[in-house]
């Protein structure tokens, strides 16, 4: 059985708009949110997107897990590759003079090496990469919480998706919780034939085949899950035609104003950055200032 996310109406001002118009906008403001490295021009999408999230009302204690998996990715991932190697910046980032730190660092158990030379322009690189990454995230984890998951199909359906398509998002979606679910059921199960997972001990390669009673029955599980799913379709000769759906959805007047807010928004976006080649990477004077060449 497939579980969803902790999907609960609350009333919000969110809630009144079409889910196919809430995709259009999140998809329009992502797309203006790639053209830009300001800083200052990011804080405004910034800006915007929490604005989007106090009014879904959504509160910590149901987003507590989801904030924590986002920022352990951006803040680790994103913001230390930054510092450390300011991959993925303009040639000025890796060209820095301002030289906050410099040194070595080895990495425990695989007894790697890696030169750090740490800039003022990576550092403020990697603030600007958090809050750029940090815009996207956010604009689209509301989304599982503020839209009832029975209108996933004919909501991508409505936006063009072929039926196939649409469906294989709507599983998409369930798939993760539904992982979840089967990972808390396997770990229960195993506690309750002495498997002892507080007491996981050893090297990497160690634990990870002690974990191997939970990870294969989960992973099989899935594997076997999916397959079922697969023969239940085709034996109902599912994308063979155009389907009905049981709901139906209607664009609205402020539907219109929310799809047409994201269009320009993005061709404001388009313009500012292809026509007047405005909102490169940018660094305030003082910063650098903060530390003499």
Not at 239 to 245: A, E, L, P, S, V
């Amino acid at each position: 059985m497939l579980v969803t996310w902790r999907y609960r109406e609350r009333g919000s001002f969110l809630e009144t708009f079409d889910p196919r118009a809430r995709w259009f906008f999140s998809f329009f403001v992502l797309f203006s949110i790639v053209f830009f490295w300001d800083i200052r021009i990011l804080l405004g999408f910034f800006g915007l997107v929490v604005f989007q999230y106090i009014l879904s009302k959504l509160t910590w204690k149901e987003t507590r897990r989801a904030w924590i998996f986002m920022l352990f990715f951006i803040v680790i991932i994103v913001g230390l590759n930054a510092l450390i190697s300011g991959r993925a910046g303009p040639p000025s980032v890796l060209q820095g003079t301002h030289t906050y730190w410099e040194g070595s660092l080895k990495v425990p158990l695989i007894n790697w090496t890696i030169r750090i030379n740490l800039t003022m322009e990576k550092v403020f690189f990697a603030i600007t990469q958090i809050v750029r990454m940090l815009s996207m995230a956010m604009l689209f984890m509301i989304i599982p919480f503020t839209i009832d998951p029975r209108t996933y199909g004919i909501t991508f359906s409505g936006m063009g998706l072929p039926d196939r398509v649409a469906f294989t998002m709507d599983l998409a979606f369930r798939f993760v919780p539904t992982l979840a679910r089967d990972f808390v059921t396997t770990l229960d199960a195993q506690k309750a034939r002495g498997y002892e997972v507080e007491r996981i001990e050893g090297g990497i390669i160690s634990q990870l085949r002690k974990l191997a009673p939970l990870v294969v029955p989960v992973t099989m599980g899935a594997i076997v899950n999916g397959e079922d799913i697969t023969n239940a379709m085709d034996l109902r000769c599912f994308g063979i035609r155009k389907r009905t759906w049981i709901d139906a959805l209607q664009y609205r007047t402020r539907d219109y104003v929310m799809i047409a807010s994201g269009g320009l928004i993005f061709a404001t976006s388009f313009f500012v950055k292809v026509v007047l080649n405005y909102g490169s990477f940018w660094m305030p004077e003082w910063f650098l200032n903060l530390v003499p060449i």
